[in-house]
């Protein structure tokens, strides 16, 4: 990685142009993959991070009952999905935050099946 900054192009509107105006963050690949990476991300990370806190601000028990309000990271999606300018971005959430349970789902049951079976 070098320290040397590129020399800023001029375009014909007499605007100078970044280096980094190559990456358009309205592109509809890059809305779709961030879309879908933060769902897969707010599946995974969210609720281990939400029973570690409620673990350790509050007893076992207490916790154990606060566990389920989790299930408002299911609003997120559906909010972004009713604004137009975010739309695309919530439906992609949403699909990588069901993908990513399906496979998990999948997957454990898998396992748990062949164990069963292998002890058999």
């Known amino acids: 990685m070098t320290t040397e900054r590129a020399p800023e192009q001029v375009t014909g509107q007499d605007t100078p142009q970044k280096p980094t105006d190559w990456w358009q963050r309205d592109h509809p690949t890059f809305v779709a993959l961030t879309g879908f990476f933060t769902g897969m991300l707010a599946v995974t990370i969210v609720p ?8 350790l601000l509050f007893p076992y028990d207490t916790a154990e ?3 389920p309000y989790i299930l408002v990271i299911l609003v997120v999606p559906l909010g ?4 137009d300018r975010t739309r695309r971005f919530g439906t992609y959430m949403f699909v990588g935050m069901v993908l990513t349970t399906v496979v998990v789902l999948c997957v454990a049951s898998l396992v748990l099946y062949f164990m069963v079976r292998a002890q058999a």
């Open 48 to 55: 281990g991070a939400w029973a570690g806190l409620l673990r």
């Open 65 to 67: 009952e606060l566990f």
């Open 80 to 83: 972004l999905v009713l604004v």
